[in-house]
T-cell receptor, first 108, second 112 residues
Framework: GIQVEQSPPDLILQEGANSTLRCNFS?????LQWFHQNPWGQLINLFY???GTKQNGRLSATTVATERYSLLYISSSQTTDSGVYFC??????????FGAGTRLFVKA | DTAVSQTPKYLVTQMGNDKSIKCEQN?????MYWYKQDSKKFLKIMFS???????INETVPNRFSPKSPDKAHLNLHINSLELGDSAVYFC???????????FGPGTRLTVT
């Protein structure tokens, strides 16, 4: 089946720094989402981005479906950005596959 | 006006018991899901329902039985609970299969 790999697995940032999180997938996908799981466990939708680039405030995402990867950019990070970032791909076989996540900690 | 809600939020029970988790969405979506998140935060799909019909069952033990009384509800019943069932269970919904998914707050199940 399709493999979804996220990197880096862990990331520590100083408040105000920028970062790029990556999601690679091993086969073509129909759709891709990015989520933020906050320290209270809530899964928050960030982007629904099967292809192209989207921006929402300090966050933006780019998916290059033909090259099988997606990037999540966080600029001017804040302590509230801490948590786990997941990408999830929809493969068309009614399956959604999640990556293992990137654990982000932003220091004040 | 919560979009996807789950009850209960926490569930502590003993091995061998039977328990249910309820999920409701008020988004008018046609597709609902159950996911399991283990202690390492890994998320895996368990079931997917479209218009009250089961469309995917990801090799989940028969002890887990989803029930969808209508398009807005997808409940999860678990028989004969085992220690390994301890996890956080998330319900989600989407407009159609493969569309953007919205998650509930999760139910933390602890089996002792």
């Amino acid at each position: 089946g399709i493999q979804v790999e996220q990197s880096p697995p862990d990331l520590i940032l100083q408040e105000g720094a920028n970062s790029t999180l990556r999601c690679n997938f091993s086969d073509s996908v129909n759709n891709l989402q990015w989520f933020h799981q906050n320290p209270w466990g809530q899964l928050i939708n960030l982007f629904y981005i099967p292809s192209g680039t989207k921006q929402n405030g300090r966050l933006s995402a780019t998916t290059v479906a033909t090259e099988r990867y997606s990037l999540l950019y966080i600029s001017s990070s804040q302590t509230t950005d801490s948590g786990v970032y997941f990408c999830a791909v929809y493969t068309g076989g009614f399956k959604t596959i999640f990556g293992a996540g990137t654990r982000l900690f932003v220091k004040a | 006006d919560t979009a996807v809600s789950q009850t209960p939020k926490y569930l502590v029970t003993q091995m061998g018991n039977d328990k249910s988790i309820k999920c409701e969405q008020n988004l008018g979506h046609d597709t609902m899901y159950w996911y399991k998140q283990d202690s390492k935060k890994f998320l895996k799909i368990m079931f997917s329902y479209n218009n009250k019909e089961l469309i995917i069952n990801e090799t989940v033990p028969n002890r887990f039985s989803p029930k969808s009384p209508d398009k807005a509800h997808l409940n999860l019943h678990i028989n004969s609970l085992e220690l390994g069932d301890s996890a956080v269970y998330f319900c989600a919904s989407s407009q159609e299969t493969g569309y953007e998914q919205y998650f509930g707050p999760g139910t933390r199940l602890t089996v002792t």
